[in-house]
């Protein structure tokens, strides 16, 4: 079973501080996801595999290494997940983009997908899910089925906030999978939202209701 990493770095904390404050606006909610993808996605792709290259310097000629092995692919879950994208595509700019839109059905809970693409050789890539919450951990399962369903054998899922119940539902569902998170909130409530959590995250990003 893959571990589950929370991400403790002092800015990342800070940061997600100020996004869960419910004074925090659109612009800086926006902004603050940004960020704080920005810095797990360092942890997120440590463990790239690296090869050894010569270069020539303006001094001389060097030893040393670039990423080698699997590309990178990234794919949000809708449409909260896309708040995350730019952040990553800054880090690693050539990793290819997939959507995933699913929505939770109020009444029971379960992800209703409406919206599936990613890049024609996903299968060939190592996959990051990005989605800013992990609640109930349904819309998650339902995406990462969705993706070994396409071929895709080594799925990553990068969040900002999840829950003790959905990190359970995912190492149940999809022990393969290495969850990547900032804080682990105490419970849900009746309609599947993490408390305290930081609300609803793509109402936030988006100025929605």
């Known amino acids: 079973m893959k571990s589950t990493v929370i991400i403790e770095h002092p800015l990342i904390q800070h940061k997600l501080t100020m996004l869960r404050d419910k004074n925090t606006n659109t612009k800086e909610f926006r902004e603050l996801v940004s960020e704080i993808s920005m810095l797990m996605g360092y942890e997120v792709t440590r463990d790239m595999p690296l090869k050894e290259v010569e270069i020539e310097t303006p001094m001389g000629f060097a030893k040393t290494k670039v990423i080698s092995g699997k590309k990178l692919g990234i794919v949000p879950i809708l449409r909260a997940g896309l708040g995350m994208v730019d952040a990553m595509l800054k880090l690693i700019p050539s990793a290819k983009v997939g959507h995933i839109g699913l929505y939770r059905d109020p009444e029971t809970l379960k992800p209703i997908e409406y919206y599936c693409k990613l890049p024609e050789d996903a299968a060939e890539r190592e996959i990051v899910i990005l989605d800013p919450m992990l609640a109930t951990g349904g819309s998650a399962s339902a995406a990462m ?18 829950s003790a119940e959905g990190i359970k539902r995912i190492n149940k569902e999809h022990p ?10 105490e419970k849900l409530n009746s309609h599947g939202y993490i408390i305290p959590g930081l609300g609803d995250a793509g109402d936030r990003l988006f100025g929605t209701k």
């Open 145 to 162: 089925e969705y993706l070994k369903k396409q071929g895709v054998k080594t799925i990553k899922l990068m969040c900002l906030i999840a």
């Open 176 to 185: 393969d999978v290495g969850i990547y998170c900032a804080a682990v909130d």
